[in-house]
Nanobody, 122 residues
Framework: QVRLVESGGGLVQAGGSLRLSCAAS????????MGWFRQAPGKEREFVAT???????YYEDSVKGRFTISRDNAKDTVYLQMNSLKPEDTAVYYC????????????????WGQGTQVTVSS
């Protein structure tokens, strides 16, 4: 069992930055693939970024060049640095974990955090 707790969300103006954190506990964090997803009101949860055990990353097209996913295995924590934020980035952001390789679908992740709200004002 893996427990995930997100933090770092908030209200920011367009063009600003936020860093989300996801602290993991329970199993061997360093072997898990970690992902960030987001869900805006009235929309389905969508993939944002993922990082595997060796540090390989992949991003959804709309966040490439603006968001950076990283992990600190010594702290059992994954981060999402979000720069040049836009109003359309407004959503609840979720951290997720899976014991396999890279994956982009929410249905391939086994463990989820409770989510943290990110609101970008125009």
């Amino acid at each position: 069992q893996v427990r995930l707790v997100e933090s770092g969300g908030g209200l920011v103006q367009a063009g600003g930055s936020l860093r989300l954190s996801c602290a993991a506990s329970g199993r061997t964090f360093s072997t898990y693939t970690m992902g960030w997803f987001r869900q805006a009101p009235g929309k389905e949860r969508e993939f944002v970024a993922t990082i595997n055990w060796s540090g390989g990353t992949y991003y959804e097209d709309s966040v490439k060049g603006r968001f950076t996913i990283s992990r600190d295995n010594a702290k059992d924590t994954v981060y999402l640095q979000m720069n040049s934020l836009k109003p359309e980035d407004t959503a609840v952001y979720y951290c997720a974990a899976r014991p396999g390789g890279r994956a982009y679908s929410q249905y391939e992740y086994d463990y989820w955090g409770q989510g943290t709200q990110v609101t970008v004002s125009s």
